[in-house]
């Protein structure tokens, strides 16, 4: 919706779930990139919706899909990156190295620290076996306790609002000093996300399998 309507949109209900009006924005778009991208002309036409998007995103919110192009362009390189070998790693990589300058130059140099640590995991999976800094990297990134946490970070993600909004709401009226109401409402946002998390996991897995399935019968 553009920002001269209401700017505020994005954010109704769960504030963080501006992204999921993104996400399903490029999957809209997606099997038109994908067909595009099949064609030697295609490619062309993909460099002008670019440069379409890029404009048109002076006029809308940050839950538009031309607003975080280049992110998603960064994502779907360094995964074709990973899954490829010899020339076509170098230039999957190439066109994520060009997508993070993309980043850097729309959106400011607050980009760079994510685009640090994601160069920085980059580098790490490529080079684990090769480079000791990277060996022990990867060993500390594939701890059970932190692969656990990271299946359900879109769910921690998408829920941990909730906490906090409920867990301040019911300490406002306990009229409890600064320090003790710091305490408890850190517990509550804490052990209320990872629950809230784990349930919306399961719940996600379970849609992910229905998903497929549907696919399945449709194809």
């Not at 067909?35 to 460099?47: F, N, T, V």
């Not at 790490?124 to 946490?149: G, N, Q």
Request: with cysteine.
């Amino acid at each position: 919706m553009p920002n001269a309507i209401d700017p505020t949109a994005p954010f109704t209900i769960v504030g963080q779930a501006w992204s999921i009006s993104l996400e399903w924005q490029f999957y809209l778009v997606a099997p038109l990139v994908v067909a595009l991208a099949g064609k030697k002309w295609g490619l062309p036409i993909l460099a002008v919706i670019v440069a379409v998007l890029w404009w048109s995103a002076n006029f809308m919110s940050i839950a538009y899909l031309g607003a975080k192009q280049f992110q998603f362009i960064v994502g779907i390189a360094s995964c074709i990156g990973f899954v490829s070998h010899g020339g076509g790693r170098y230039r999957a990589f190439g066109v994520a190295i060009l997508a993070a300058f993309g980043c850097l130059v729309s959106q400011g140099w607050l980009q760079l620290l994510p685009l640090t640590i994601w160069l920085g995991c980059m580098v790490t999976v490529l080079s684990w076996r090769d480079w000791w800094p990277a060996s022990m990297a990867a060993k500390v990134l594939s701890h059970p306790v932190l692969k656990w946490i990271g299946d359900r970070s879109y769910s921690t993600y998408l829920v941990h609002m909730l906490p906090i909004y409920l867990g301040a709401f019911a300490l406002n009226a306990t009229g409890i000093a600064d320090g003790s109401y710091a305490a408890a409402l850190l517990v509550i946002v804490v052990v209320g996300t990872v629950l809230l998390s784990m349930a919306s996991f399961r719940l996600e897995k379970w849609g992910i399998t229905a998903g497929r399935s549907i696919a399945r019968k449709l194809s």
